[in-house]
């Protein structure tokens, strides 16, 4: 026997001399079972290991003064380019301005040609379009009306839309811009019979302040003066022979805020309980239709901001830093390390006609409809003070790996042991009494 | 040898199998052959005392798989609203004929909710029996009343599958005038913000020839339900059973609340197969039956809320009355209650119980060191014996 050394004293793993020691057909079955257990436990370990889910919180939304994008895409069947007019406004009723806008106008065939694009323009918000091929010294009439505030030549009105803002400016109605000069040089009323039975589409994204606030389509010019906003809707109204415009629309798309990558879509929506943390814009494919032309459809929107941060991501530095000019439409809210700031929006529909009426139709007598408004599609929008993060986070860390190999490997095996302890010494008692 | 391997008697037939043999390699699990084994008391009395153990333990492990996890989940309402039930119950101490109830919200929509509603015509005393408290209540009555209490989604369910009709109203006793109005019933307005407001005839809506006596206002009122969403009655919310009174002619009780819509559930999972884009359950009737899938009895679609409460006197040319200023949180909370599933379990009473064993014998292993080494030291401290001692006393 090799001499007992300190270490050997204090050995505590008794190991049984391989004389003294009995192995049986039962045990190397359990030890065989244990070790593919083992091994199936180990490997799910790893995959929990390996797994990253995603953790929500919701915290009081602290920032300041901040922007917010809104992305749509929006098709009125029933009402031409020409005729549709974009506001955003917000809770004073102030039309905001300086709202930095990517939006095109798409003038769309009629419906019942297919409604495909014609062509696609620029929108301008609350501008004039630009003049082109004019003696520099032209100054054209108002016809009565007070040149617009933001003519190209002060005290002047030299294109039909300058003239257009000067009467919606006191509020006239224009009409189809007979006899007045401007409006026949560039044809105004031949397009705009034209184009009576087009539709239109509104894609691309505008920037606002982070307020509470509505932005609305709405035929005609419009005008605001203090608490009034109004729109000429002499045009909408009169229509022309065999088209009624009406406000039907479809909402292909509107989202607050930049988009998720679908990869991380996938991701915070695979966990989670009943909807995931981050959904699906509710107002996607809402396809609204009237026959009426006085009627008017409200959405009510209630904004929350939204966060997502990526693993092992730290705050560097903040997108706000960055003013906001600089950054291009479309990328903000897009911060480093792919770390996301959107939003995510619960909504309410309501719509009426402008005669008042009641909600008879929907099985609700006793509410009655407001009288008088403007016909159009109005988004209402407010801001939650609540905000919700989506950070990313290993399920375990390595040490919990371990831990939890350990874990499994000890119990595998002490209950293995134990039950083949129990199978050896019943068959010995079995044995025992076939013997006896 | 011997010619025994020719008949077939070798050791092939007579040893083991080999593939019996190999498989017996593979026993990894060291037995002992009982005559090298010694069995003692103190190792019987272990034994036991670890049996018990691990049977508490696989006991308390079973007990907390039962009563299973409650999370609490926020999250944004989805789908598109379009109504918003309101379950009111109420009695205002003014005749009926001579109340309005009303809504106005933000959509310019008015409700007249007085044609939806039950008017019944009663007595003020009849009320006000069944502990009712005032908003508000001290902090004592609140940790009574269980405000602190972990919420079980149980008790919800259960109350939620209780009846779901309003009380009938106690028969005025004869000889008696009803001087009090109960107004009760489920309105459907829109899901914005909104004010419903009670208001005497004559005042607050321009009506011609009606107006009341000054005289003959009292708008103390006892609400016995208000809640928002699918109604039932036997969920308690912040104004049921709330009583408020005042003496002053001209009084306008305001309350704003703050609506959330929340699920309680035991099915998460089915929760998951809600349509995105059909309106929520929570809004009421009209949400909850608008839904193409049926949902089991094991959730509850409804509306918690916040409320706080602004009451004055107001000078005669102002409304007097009751308002109800509500408004809708875009976050939605669910309360799920999860269990672990069965292998989870199974893993976790494995761990416990072998946790336990091995625990057990190093605390016996180190035990039997222990007396060991006492042993030893004692036998080297009174050592007289033969080889080891011990033998004086027994000697002769």
Redesign the interface.
Known sequence: MPAKSRFTKLD?FT??VED??????S??????TSLLLILY?VWGEYADYRRIIVH?E?IVDKGRGEKMEIHMNISFPRVPCELLTLDVMDVSGEVQTGVMHGVNKVRLRPHGEGGGQIESNALELGGSDAAVHLDPGYCGECFGAPSPANAIKAGCCNTCAEVRDAYASVSWSFGRGENVEQCEREHYSEHLDEQRREGCRIEGGIRVNKVVGNFHFAPGKSFSNGNMHVHDLENYFTGAEGTEHTFSHTVHHLRFGPELPDDVIKRVGAKG?????H??N??D??EQKTDEKAYNF?Y?V???S?AYLPLGWERTGSILDIPHELIELGGYGKGEAGSIETH???????K?SLQGGD?GD?G???????RG?IPGVFF?YDI?P?K?INREARSKSFSGFLVGIC?VV?????????V??AV?EGA?RVRKMHSS | MNGFADHGLDNDNFGENKAVSAVKAFDAFPKTKPSYQQQTNTGGVWTVVLICASLWLAGTELQRWWHGQTTHEFSVEQGVGHDLQINLDVVIAMKCEDLHVNVQDASGDRILAGQTLHKDPTTWTQWGSRGQHALGAKKEERLEAGEYQEEDVHDYLGAARKSKKYHKTPKVSRGREPDSCRIYGSMHGNKVQGDFHITARGHGYMEFGQHLDHNSFNFSHHINELSFGPFYPSLINPLDNTLATTDARFYKFQYYLSVVPTIYTTDAKALRKIDKFHESPSSGSDGLEQHPHRYSKNTVFTNQYAVTEQSHPVPENNVPGVFVKFDIEPIQLTIAEEWSSLPSLFIRLVNVISGVLVAGGWLFQISEWAKDFRGRRRRRTDSVGVLHGGMAGKKG
């Open positions: 505590a190991k049984t003294a020691r009995i192995r049986t057909t045990g190397g079955i359990v030890t065989l436990l929500p919701l309980m009943q909807w995931s943390n959904h699906l509710p107002l494919g809402t409200m009510f209630k904004v929350v939204t995510q929006y619960s909504v309410t529909s309501h009426r909600g929907d609700h007598k006793e509410r009655l409809h407001a408004g209402s939650s609540m919700v874990a000890g119990g595998t095996l002490t209950v293995a042991a134990a083949d302890r050896y010995q």
